[in-house]
């Protein structure tokens, strides 16, 4: 046997596997393999992303952005020794990206989550296998040359492109198709970031705008830790990426007060951003000039402001490590530390409308973690501020990306692993709450729905008479989702109380008929309701208690048995009750 005959041969086997385990064995193998993938692609897209920094924005343009101390970077950024090249260097690496996009997977254009989102709900087995080398390349090249995006937006759409890949090749259902994909999506952005427990959290409740899609959260912690431990094994770095502030506190309920401004200042902001970087997006989509010179017009503009206010300047994570430091924050012009937040919504609106390719989680953060500063220093200035502005920051960067998103949990937690603080978990509720509530129905990512009640599990391959998988695609095999049939729970109790005649068997006399009736019903709704059963698993398990039980002389035609059986319990009769 060939190479390539045995590894078809071992696809077939664990696919064939996969369709008969039950739920956690199954996240159990197919979450690892999404997290090794993870963890491997931000390990690549790092490599790629300080190969590309150091080239571009340093040595052609003569400056080096400040760094996070869990990252190793430098405590603060550089002066600009060639300020005339910061702008043209922003807008080359905004013309490679754009030819690299727009040449060869459209679809990595812009921030990868929300293309990822859009493929759990539309098509999770329909992602390209190139979009994830054009994505790492792109995104390297957009954010290291000084484009302002974050990091999290490329490795959530390379490891949800390889659970794609892996529901095609292996013919997984549509539901758990989806799963993969949100399971990549948790589990890229937990490794980069390294925040294992967020990024699992974050999988299931980034797909929805109200709603978690809980069956998504056991897959994505596996494949989350997985994806962690691989990043930290290779690079040697498992702590916070803004290091351990675990005594940034808050005291008293005046201190609470203030932090309920920063609430609202960052649910303003929210919508601000939204807004510009939709607004910006349509306006870049409905320009004449061609697709791949409007991120190198972006980058030009995004490169001046930067010359401003430095901050704006690739990923801001550096920025954001100064402002937790009170002699630092105190060291910046009170008007830059103002206008940062703003001056960032613009520059990323500006990369990732025109079609750079970047993510809007980090300069989500960015913005603000800038407000939270900005608000300490009114307050310093008025002379009733607490002596560090950690706290400030820290529920500032919570407050508003979790409104945004409409995913506080995973925010929150997320957060917290990233700066070693759980004390201020109290405070950022309330400082996220309030940001919610003011960015109201508004959503950074568009491919988000409402709730799980909004899947359109016909368009995905999954109802009565449809086949899984893609549109024009022929699947190995057709199934049949039970319990995504209406309400789910209401279908599943259904079943429960199914119970068919000796007749429905084809069972014809003889003193055991009624023994194996009983038999056979527990076995049929032993079948119906495990997890991740399929109208072919449910016929496979079928055919063999019937092969056991029935004998041939009475029911010459097994298969007969199991069609009739099938056209019970999906409508074409009517199962006794």
């Known amino acids: ?27 159990l193998v197919l979450g690892v393999l999404i997290g090794i993938v993870a963890g491997l692609g931000a390990v690549v897209f790092t490599f790629f992303l300080d190969v590309a920094t150091r080239l571009l924005i340093v040595d052609l343009g003569g400056y080096t952005p400040a760094g996070t101390v869990g990252d190793g970077g430098p405590a603060h950024a550089s ?30 254009e812009g921030h990868g989550t929300d293309a990822a989102i859009e493929a759990v709900q539309k098509h999770p087995k329909g992602v390209r296998a190139r979009v994830t080398v054009i ?30 890949i892996l529901a095609r090749k292996l013919n997984l259902t549509p539901e758990d198709s989806r799963l993969a994909v949100a399971t990549g999506i948790g589990s890229g952005i937990g490794a980069i970031f390294r925040t294992p427990l967020g990024g699992a959290v974050l999988g299931a409740e980034i797909l929805y705008r109200d709603d978690i899609e809980a069956d998504a959260l056991i897959p994505s912690v596996i494949a989350s830790v997985t994806g962690y431990g691989i990043f930290g094994a290779i690079t040697g770095n498992f702590g916070p990426i803004f290091g351990y502030n675990s005594d940034a506190l808050l005291v008293g309920a005046g201190q609470v007060a203030m932090i309920a401004l920063v609430g609202v200042a960052c649910g303003l902001l ?51 490590q100064e402002t937790l430091n009170r002699a630092d ?7 830059a530390v103002l206008a940062l937040p703003f001056v960032k919504i613009l520059a990323t609106s500006l990369t990732i409308g025109s079609g750079g390719s970047a993510g809007v989680f980090g300069p989500g953060m960015v913005v603000g973690g800038a407000a939270g500063a900005g608000i300490w220093r009114l307050f310093e200035l008025a002379g009733v501020a607490p002596d560090s502005p950690a706290p400030f920051v820290i529920i500032g960067m919570t407050a508003c990306f979790g409104a945004i998103a409409h995913s506080p949990l995973a925010v929150i937690i997320m957060v917290s692993e990233m700066t070693g603080n759980l004390t201020l978990l109290p405070a950022a509720m309330v400082a996220i709450a309030i940001a919610t509530f003011i960015v109201g129905e508004q959503t950074i990512y568009k491919s988000q729905l ?34 995504a049939l209406g309400d789910r729970l209401a279908y599943t109790a259904r079943i429960e109380s199914v119970t068919m ?40 398990r079928m055919d063999a208690v019937l092969a056991r039980m029935v004998d041939p002389r009475d029911n010459p035609e097994p298969g007969a048995v199991l069609g009739r059986m099938l056209d019970l319990l999906f409508g074409a009769g009517k199962a006794r009750p």
Do not use: C
């Open 329 to 335: 924050l105190l060291d910046m012009a009170l008007w």
């Open 135 to 164: 994505k790492t390349l792109a995104s390297a090249l957009t954010i290291g040359s000084g484009g302002s995006g974050g990091r999290e937006g490329p490795t959530a759409q390379i490891s949800a492109s390889f659970g794609s």
């Open 450 to 483: 409402v709730s799980r009640a909004d899947v359109d599990w016909e368009a995905l391959g999954e109802g009565p008479g449809t086949a899984g998988g893609q549109p024009g695609e022929q699947p190995e095999t057709p199934g049949i989702r039970l319990e």
């Open 270 to 320: 929210g919508r601000l951003y939204i807004t510009t970087f939709y607004g910006l997006t349509n306006f870049f989509h409905r320009t004449p000039l061609p697709r791949m010179a409007r991120p190198a017009l972006a980058g030009l503009a995004v490169g001046a402001l930067g010359l401003l206010v430095p901050g704006v300047l690739g990923t801001g994570y550096g920025v954001l």
């Open 1 to 27: 046997m060939t190479v390539a005959g045995s590894g078809r041969s071992l696809a077939v086997r664990l696919a064939i596997w996969l369709r008969n385990a039950r739920y956690t064995p199954k996240w």
């Open 79 to 108: 002066d600009f020794s060639r300020p005339w090249a910061i702008p043209l260097v922003v807008a080359a690496g905004g013309l490679a990206a754009g030819i690299l996009v727009f040449g060869f997977a459209p679809e990595a």
């Open 501 to 540: 005649t000796p007749d429905d068997w084809g069972l014809r006399g003889g003193p055991e008929v009624a023994w194996a009736s009983r038999e056979l019903n527990a076995a049929l709704r032993e079948a119906v309701n495990e997890p991740g059963s399929t109208r072919d698993s449910v016929r496979t």
